[in-house]
């Protein structure tokens, strides 16, 4: 890992206005893990429109019933992980668990602020590789806002960081999808 980076898990990586990968475009991605192997991380602004309880009927009677489906990222997009995450009262950062097995998951639904999704796949780096992309500009990297569950969960949250992190980014941040639209 390079140390002008440093590690990134935690905090969230806002798609470059001008990464136009489709996996990525526009992206907002919540960071887990960053170290020197690599880094993995879920992509939060791709919901699929169905909860696990629509996708299967082991979990259509429960309490995890209503746990919202997203597209985690293009790593594995036939495995299914479920996520807990809950910030601290006091503001101070925030839990979060990855890959929790469904009894797990269904304890910690239960707990206080506890948020629950899943994801169909992840979005992961080789060692090295998320490095480079930092140094080409490809991502924008900003802290963990306390009211990013507040936020709306699709393609809005995007614009919507981005143009919380600096004014400059507003105008970038409004731009069409299309170029060709502006």
């Known amino acids: 890992m390079d140390p002008e980076i440093g590690s990134l898990a935690g905090s969230l990586l806002l798609a470059h206005p001008s990464l136009r990968d489709p996996n990525f475009h526009r992206a907002v991605i919540l960071m887990s893990v960053h170290d020197s192997n690599g880094a993995m991380g879920l992509v939060l602004n791709r919901p699929m429109g169905r909860t696990l309880g629509e996708f299967s009927s082991d979990f259509a009677i429960g309490p995890l019933a209503r746990v919202p ?33 469904p009894e797990r998951a269904v304890a910690m639904v239960e707990e206080s602020g506890m948020h629950l999704r899943a994801f169909f796949g992840y ?15 490809a991502w924008v990297n900003v ?40």
């Open 69 to 101: 489906l997203f597209k985690g990222g293009p790593v594995e997009e036939d495995r299914l992980l479920l996520c807990a995450w809950r910030f601290h009262p006091e503001g101070s950062g925030f839990q979060l668990v990855v890959g929790l097995d």
């Open 143 to 182: 802290s963990m806002v306390p009211n990013l569950l507040d936020l709306n969960q699709d393609e809005t949250l995007w614009r919507a960081l981005l143009e919380n992190e600096d004014p400059m980014w507003k105008l970038f941040a409004s731009e069409p999808r299309d170029p060709e639209l502006n």
């Open 123 to 137: 979005s992961g780096w080789t060692g090295g590789q998320l490095e480079r992309e930092m140094k080409d500009k």
